[in-house]
């Protein structure tokens, strides 16, 4: 008899209750934009599993150049025309898409794991674990994220993978310091002090009884970073931090295609940029309903 | 140590201070003294009531009696065993011995843990106890509080107060504990649903041979339940008693004062209140002397100078007061 | 002037969950003259601070009052326009709340909150004047150093003092009706007996009207002239106080009466009202109290039950005294 997970109250299994009325994911299901949001980045994310189905040009999205098609502008045959090596664009954003999602999911998922970590711990054990992990912390905090996010990828070599890492280095602090001041009050708590007179050892206490009370700031900062990481890293490919050609990425395509803009060539950047816009927003909105769904001020039933 | 044994837990001299200050500047540090040189015996089985309002220290005794506040100062043994000199399996073992329920089960229950998980825990760290066999022994624990099994897949939210408390009450006992130290039980209750928890309460006592030390302020509780009364303020007993005779020859000002305070739902007693000045003093800075001077309606000069020690007036019934010695 | 200060007129109020349409209130009616103390008693969801917030107009998101009227000297408070009722809420009804914390602006002085009402309703004008009237205020609540007191921030005062300084404020505009809401629950024990002791005298001094919500049967016994009963958003009895405790009538009221621990029977059970408060979700057709009702009829399960006197100004809502030797039914 096993307590039963989130998803399955979110499939509405009829042998299972009712999605609960008044719960965050109650208040988040009638939200009608956090719900086309969500719709939307399905879609992204089922396109971009599905990417090497769903164009005849996989090869080319991969990269691999088809120079007599340079230039193409969009036609019925290349609905988003070719870019400089000929290659089709809409393959091109399609596999632009996984490497988006990867990177939102790899970073926002790096710097939770280490902010949240190091949060709890600080917030629960205090005195000089919290103060050094504080001034750590404080140390990252003290640089622009997008300036320090470019010294490590520029440190560690242009690629995708540090540049993920990067990024990831530069937030961690937020999460950290987000997690400590939810794990101050949390460990006062009597259900904490329970646990410790049952016998309960610290670390156990800190994944049973903090994290999971710890985590609700983290999911909408989360929601809200995905939208972020996405624009940071295409900033950083942008400038030639991150992946590298012949990789798609929609940053790279951007910076691909700007020489060409003058010059009448507009199709090559747009597109890119175009799909850079959407997925943005689309997880910004997201964060936007997640926050909503989860402050109970603004739910507005009474407590 | 020698000790009589029909005394569950005996406490000499406790001091439990709480530091205040500090910081990576270090600045001044303040302590205040929550507990101040308390003496106390609870004898196996019985129910003993400690009485006081806010900053007497009843919650600090409570958490320094299990372990999770570090005294200052002071003895305390439980069983004949000195607890604060144990090693870290000791510690363990002790802790199945005593538990405590909370004043609010909504902030003393994970709200994040189902019915199932919470009184599992105790046995998780405590027993070997898994799977199916620990499933039946959750389904008991919970028959014994008056619930059923539909609860077990409940969050804390969906359970109205009685029933949270029910299950708090339920993870307590788990692990068959020897003291339960009830921390106002029943303050956050509505009436009619105290009166249910407090019969299971008494049930359970008898059933099990449990010994309770009860924290509360409401009189009328306390006259119900109790064997012994001790009455707190500012981190000393100032009065103990067998309770009907705390009832009726209070001996000190305070009792006599919180007794006439307690509102009575009898519109035709007419009782002169005793009204205190002033108000509590904060434990930071206790006054000298008989810490009740400054709202004393009896005081005399040397209540400012030195603190009374107890003085027994027959069997059982001591108080701290000057005006007794006099 | 014998018409009543306060006459509640089946008051409905309803509270909008994504569950459902709570009922809070299901037609509550009540006079209370002047210069007497009401006690409405109950536990947790009877409805009893809803009543009090819906009077002085503070009925808080999602509830909405959906029926009945409330007359405040004959004028229904509920067909007032916003403008209006603030000429009223404030100057001739003051509430008064459990958390004092909560209804005191941390970053203003006492002083200047007082101040701030008594200009709002022009009790005062000059610096003066004011500060000589909180100043007084302030030593009618019995708190020592009322010009220290006037100057400091609530955090400064104790909750006992801050609980004083809520009362100065709600007084300060010599309000005709104090609705004061669990004003001492929050209390310890010794000081709630100085504030229920000074709103005793400070009621005997202005002859103001109170309406006293609380759930302690003692609080009602000792403050109150005349004492509602609710439960699930009804009035099951209304009676003088003393009335009311020498003759309990509705089960409930009996219930809740024998459930409190008392001297004198020590050790015997608690009796205990078996089953729990109805959530007011779906309310049933009969009485609310029905299914934890010892001596519940059948009728009692269909028809709600009318309004019944008992003794003079005693009346109770139950089928058990609705017999047709019983005086005059109220329905």
Redesign the interface.
Known sequence: MKPLGPIQRWLGNPAIPRLEPGSALWFFRRDRVGMACSGFLLIVVVVAVLAPYLTAHAAEGRGEPNLPDKFLPPSVEHPLGTDVLGRDQVARVLYGARVALSVALVIVGLSVLIGVTLGALAGYFGGWVDDAIMRITDVFLAFPPLLLAIAIAAALGPSLTNAMIAIALAWWPWYARLVRAQALSVRERNYVRAARSIGVDDLTIIRRHIIPNVLTPVFVQAAMDMGSAIITSAGLSFIGLGPQPPMADWGLMVNEGRAYLLGGRWWISTFPGFALFLTALAFNLLGDSVRDASDPRVRGAGA | MTLATTHLLQIRGLSTDYITGGGILRRRRGTIRAIDQLDLDVARGETLSVVGESGCGKTTLALTILLLIRPSAGEISFNGRDILALDRAGLRDIRREMQILFQNPFTSLNPRMPVLDLIAEPFLSGTRLRGKALEREVARLLGEVGMSEEHLRRLPHQLSGGQAQRVALARALALNPKLLILDEPTSALDVSVQAQVINLLESLRQLHGLTYLFITHDLSLVHHISERVAVMYLGQIVEMAPCEDIFLEPLHPYTRALLSSTPIPDPDRNRSRIVLRGTIPSPANPPSGCRFHTRCPAVIDICKEMPPGPTTVGGEHWAKCHLLSA | MNDPLLAVDDLRVL?H???GDVHALRGVSFALARGRVLGLVG??GCGKTVTGRAIVGLV????EIVGGRILFEGNDLLKLSERELRQIRGRRISMIFQDPSAALNPVFPIGQQIAEIMRQHKVATSKGDLREKALALLSDVGL?SPDEILDSYPHQL????QQRAMIAMALSSRPDLLIADEPTTSL???????I??LLIELQLQTAISVILVT????????ACHEVAVLYAGCIVEFGS??EL?RHPSHPYTQ???K?????G???H?????PG??PSGLRPSPGCAFASRCDSVMEVCRQFPPPMVAVADGHRVACYLWATSSNGRENA
């Open positions: 509270f969950t994504p569950l536990e947790s808080p998101a999602p509830g020592p104790s909750g006992g003092m310890d024990v010794t000081i709630q007996a100085q229920l002791d759930h302690n049967m003692g609080i009602v016994a000792e106080t003393r405790f219930g809740l009466l459930a409190m621990p008392l001297p029977n020590r050790r059970s608690l009796k205990v009202i729990s408060v």
